[in-house]
């Protein structure tokens, strides 16, 4: 249910990948991208939806720097990248693992980044089929 505040913009709970295994299934068979900021897993889902899930390590930063990453990385997944990959039909699971340097990182180089991955992973299914 959404809140007052977020105006019904929240991931609905069936787009993420929120189980350990689910989410290990993904680093085990998923093909890895890195970025400079951020290490990006995809492969295909084993539902009929497309999946995103976010992992962001400790690496001894506080809990509110690690929380401000995360919500960063969701806000970018759901605005940018979901519908990207929605509008080409693409039935994915999406995990984006934080790397250390990703604590340092501004939302446009991390936005940016993610839009780069988005852009190469399109061309990638466009020349598949």
């Known amino acids: ?3 007052p ?3 019904g913009q929240r991931l609905p709970r069936t787009r993420r ?3 350990g295994s689910e989410i290990q299934a993904v680093l085990r068979r998923g093909k890895r991208s890195r970025t400079a ?5 995809d492969s295909a889902s084993p539902v009929a939806c497309l999946r995103v899930g976010v992992v962001v390590p400790r690496y001894r930063q506080t809990v509110v ?5 995360k ?3 969701r806000e970018i997944l759901r605005r940018e990248v979901l519908p990207r990959l929605e509008e080409a ?4 699971d999406v995990l984006v693992r934080a790397r250390r340097e990703a604590y340092d990182a501004r939302f446009a180089d991390l936005r940016e980044e993610l839009e780069r991955w988005t ?3 399109l061309s990638r299914a466009a020349s598949s089929s």
Request: aromatic share 4%; net charge positive.
């Open 89 to 92: 039909g693409l039935v994915l």
């Open 119 to 121: 852009d190469r992973r």
């Open 5 to 7: 505040r977020d105006g």
């Open 37 to 41: 900021h951020l290490d990006v897993f």
């Open 1 to 3: 249910m959404s809140g």
């Open 65 to 69: 720097r690690r929380n401000l990453v």
């Open 71 to 73: 919500r960063r990385l």
């Open 17 to 19: 990948l929120t189980r």
